[in-house]
């Protein structure tokens, strides 16, 4: 089915460029690179992503991404997606935006606050060939549609997002279930999840920003309960140079089970070093209350961005946490990793 997809994204992409007046492409070239010195949980050799954009015109583009498999074996296909603005072809009175293809879907999908996205607690963002249909109903609300049509896979959410500077909420009904005897939720029930974000200079260089998501799940649980976590984060910024947030888990069972501290610094100009720390509140749940740390040092050289870092956990470690910069090393207990990304958009 994969192949079948990129065989006709290409043939699409070529038609799109042949056709249109003005395109634009933009790209990304990754490569990663980590080592697990315990040799238990990750050893990966250099990998390589492409990610292509194509601007067809105001009110279409193509974006088609491929990742290496392994060392030369060559490179699957992980995502094509066309998005059409169907208020602009229509000429509509509110604006209507289509997204298809194979991608990622994601309910709360604003800006995170801290570095490891540690508040993001919803769990039903999947990756399927499906559809996702914005409406801008007023410059402040909007609504959103998700459904998917893999064989293997039901997936639909309803919801409204709202915008009332400088706070952004978003609400939504959300059903994952598998066809193939994996089922994700109850058919019949699913989750209710919902996102709050805030951001806003407070004061001449100090910028605060503040997240919060929850996700009720409305199928009963062996106690009878419906079953809920949520994740909160607070960060402070000052003069873009140094950054200082926290975010909170907690559930049913444990209303304040872990905290994500994290911090980073640019000294000079290019160059950000990153601290990030997992904490086990609960001691029913977590035998270490220092669950695990990432430190990372960014330079932008050029128009390259790389990334140096080491990633520990402890060996009794339940939640290990890892920024989008390691995001593509394994996360398991006792795990000492050193890993490098580097990120060239063209």
Do not use: C
């Not at 801290?114 to 801008?136: K, L, P």
């Not at 160059?271 to 609960?282: E, I, K, N, P, Y």
Request: aromatic share 10%; proline share 2%; no cysteine.
């Amino acid at each position: 089915m994969r192949k079948l997809i990129v065989l006709v994204s290409a043939l699409l992409l070529v038609s799109m460029v042949a056709i249109a007046s003005d395109v634009t492409l933009s790209g990304e070239v990754e490569q990663k690179w980590a080592q697990d010195f315990n040799a238990k949980a990750y050893t990966e050799n250099p990998q390589v992503e492409v990610k292509l954009d194509a601007v067809v015109d105001d009110n279409a583009s193509l974006y088609i991404e491929f990742e290496e498999a392994a060392p030369n074996i060559g490179f699957n296909f992980d995502k094509a997606h066309f998005t059409l603005d169907l208020g602009g072809i229509f000429d509509l009175p509110v604006g209507v935006t289509l997204r298809t293809g194979w991608d990622e879907y994601d309910q709360f999908d604003a800006v995170k606050v801290t570095f490891g996205e540690y508040e993001d607690i919803i769990g039903s963002d999947t990756q399927t060939w499906g559809h996702e249909v914005n409406i801008a109903a007023t410059e402040q609300v909007a609504l959103r549609v998700l459904w998917g049509n893999d064989p293997g896979l039901e997936y639909y959410s309803a919801g409204v997002a709202v915008t009332y500077d400088p706070v952004y909420v978003e609400v939504s009904y959300v059903n994952i279930s598998s066809a193939i005897g994996v089922v994700t939720e109850d058919a019949a029930k699913g989750d209710i999840e919902a996102g709050v974000e805030f951001m806003q200079e407070v004061a001449d260089g100090i910028d605060v920003a503040a997240a919060a998501t929850l996700d009720f799940d409305l199928e009963e649980d062996t106690t009878g309960d419906s079953h809920w976590a949520y994740g909160a984060a607070l960060q402070g910024t000052y003069n873009d140079m140094v950054t200082v947030g926290a975010a909170l888990r907690g559930e049913q069972d444990s209303e304040a089970s872990s905290l994500q501290v994290d911090i980073s610094a640019t000294p000079v100009e290019n160059v950000t070093v990153f601290l990030v720390a997992g904490l086990g509140l609960d001691s029913d749940i977590y035998a270490d209350a220092f669950e695990s740390f990432e430190g990372s040092v960014m330079f932008m050289l050029g128009p390259s961005t790389w990334y140096a870092g080491l990633l520990w956990s402890a060996d009794t470690a339940v939640n290990v946490i890892a920024s989008e910069k390691a995001d593509f090393v394994a996360e398991v207990p006792d795990m000492m990793a050193i890993f490098m990304r580097a990120e060239l958009k063209y």
